[in-house]
């Protein structure tokens, strides 16, 4: 079973640009989070999307970030004019549906480094 | 909201010695609590979790922790640390109290606590 899968890992981007990073779960699971890693910080939580429905996007930015998880393909976090100060590891994690004996235990993804010159 | 507290920002051990990692935390209700390890570079691994029950849960790698609900602390243990464990340590809760029957959650995680091995 493939764990969480991100790409790119490594992505740089001129300011103003667009960041498209991209993230698959784990087979049978629903449930994506992103998290942002500023250097020397813990991770913090951006969104909590289930298939097709944004269901907590309070750690999102409130201009240029959003997130999608369509009902096929991965799920997307994109950053619209990047500024240096996006500069972070962004990370994916993923868990099941309630009812399975990992319900509320993530996984994460390797991450992607976005780098804005 | 939760919250999560590492009081270490860095901790040096030597191989072989034992390893005490502290983290307490502010939750409204018995917690989950979640340990992970995150090499250079690297992604996190989740090394243990508490959901209720036995307070000294046991993960891998050989790690240990034991939630101590008195005292709002959830330490990460290990008897002997090898070289391999040099790496950042989290501590983890979820961002909000579990809903009546659980619900999945985002987590919000502790500063990190980054350990240093020596020879």
């Known amino acids: 079973n493939a764990g969480v899968m991100q790409n790119p890992r490594h992505l740089v981007r001129r300011r103003g640009q667009e960041a498209r990073l991209r993230c698959s779960p784990m087979k049978g699971h629903s449930h994506v989070y992103w998290y942002r890693q500023l250097p020397e910080e813990g991770l913090k939580f951006m969104v909590y999307?289930?298939?097709?429905?944004?269901?907590?996007e309070s750690g999102m930015p409130k201009e240029r970030f959003s997130a999608e998880f369509p009902k096929e393909g991965p799920s997307i976090l994109r950053i619209q004019q990047v500024v240096r100060g996006d500069s972070a590891a962004y990370f994916c994690a993923s868990s099941p549906g309630p009812g399975g004996p990992y319900y509320n235990e993530q996984f994460f993804g390797p991450g992607t480094r976005l780098t804005v010159l | 909201a939760q919250s999560v507290t590492q009081p270490d920002i860095h901790i040096t051990v030597s191989e072989g010695a034992s390893l005490e990692l502290r983290c307490n935390y502010s939750?409204?209700?018995?917690?989950?609590l979640f340990w992970y390890v995150q090499s250079p570079g690297q992604g996190l691994q989740l090394l243990l979790k508490y959901f209720s029950g036995d307070t000294l849960v046991q993960g891998i790698k050989g790690f240990e922790a034991e939630f101590k609900r008195s005292q709002s602390s959830f330490n990460l243990r290990k008897p002997s640390v090898h070289w391999s464990d040099a790496a950042e340590y989290f501590c983890a809760v979820p961002r909000h109290r579990p809903q009546t029957g659980g619900g999945a959650d985002g987590l919000t995680f502790g500063k990190g606590t980054h350990l240093i091995i020596q020879p």
């Open positions: 939750y409204g209700a018995t917690p989950y």
């Open positions: 999307l289930q298939k097709e429905n944004i269901i907590d």
